[in-house]
T-cell receptor
Framework: DTGVSQNPRHKITKRGQNVTFRCDPISEHNRLYWYRQTLGQGPEFLTYFQNEAQLEKSRLLSDRFSAERPKGSFSTLEIQRTEQGDSAMYLC?????????????FGNGTRLTVT | AQTVTQSQPEMSVQEAETVTLSCTYDTSESDYYLFWYKQPPSRQMILVIRQEAYKQQNATENRFSVNFQKAAKSFSLKISDSQLGDAAMYFCAYNYGQNFVFGPGTRLSVLP
């Protein structure tokens, strides 16, 4: 168990640029989640995958955000035309998906700063 | 919609003492899970303890225990014999189905 890995750890970008983050979950976990966390707040749900299928997406997620998990392994989260309000920590988590008692295993997150 | 509230933005405790962090939630479901997660500074979030709503017995993990009051929709975390390494943000979370809903967190400081 090597844990959930996220890259990059930090990303600074200018407003209007596109950014992409990667998440590698624990290998036997079939559920993968993306959360956004701003300073002093709890994680806010963005989207969720069961294997390669994106099963739920937050209504708060604008069309500038897209996520993929092409082979049910790693996942990418892309933000197009970034805005200063996108500055946050983006957390990835995975779960075995054996039931809703399965806890989330989190990565270290990618901190995005939009200037 | 399910919501999770943590009314204590910050708490502090003396080393070796006991502290209780509060959490309330709102749901119309009868079976669900509740979790406490710990997020140390600049480190990843880790699970502290979990509780199934159907179980009346409160969960315990070493120095961590919960007081689960289903009717009151309350789920507090008690940390006994506090240690310096317990200093972190603590998040209460609710899960029914696939999605986890987190509270805003409580920052716990441990004083030597």
């Amino acid at each position: 168990d090597t844990g959930v890995s996220q890259n990059p750890r930090h990303k600074i970008t200018k407003r209007g640029q596109n950014v992409t983050f990667r998440c590698d979950p624990i290998s036997e976990h079939n559920r993968l989640y993306w959360y956004r966390q701003t300073l002093g707040q709890g994680p806010e749900f963005l989207t969720y995958f069961q294997n390669e299928a994106q099963l739920e997406k937050s209504r708060l997620l604008s069309d500038r955000f897209s996520a993929e998990r092409p082979k049910g392994s790693f996942s990418t989260l892309e933000i197009q035309r970034t805005e200063q309000g996108d500055s946050a920590m983006y957390l990835c988590a995975s779960s075995p998906g054996l039931g809703f008692n399965s806890p989330l295993h989190f990565g270290n997150g990618t901190r995005l700063t939009v200037t | 919609a399910q919501t999770v509230t943590q009314s204590q933005p910050e708490m502090s405790v003396q080393e070796a003492e006991t502290v209780t962090l509060s959490c309330t939630y709102d749901t119309s479901e009868s079976d669900y899970y509740l979790f406490w997660y710990k997020q140390p500074p600049s480190r990843q979030m880790i699970l502290v303890i979990r509780q199934e709503a159907y179980k009346q017995q409160n969960a315990t993990e070493n120095r961590f225990s919960v007081n689960f009051q289903k009717a009151a929709k309350s789920f507090s975390l008690k940390i006994s014999d506090s240690q310096l390494g317990d200093a972190a943000m603590y998040f209460c979370a609710y899960n029914y189905g696939q999605n986890f809903v987190f509270g805003p967190g409580t920052r716990l400081s441990v004083l030597p």
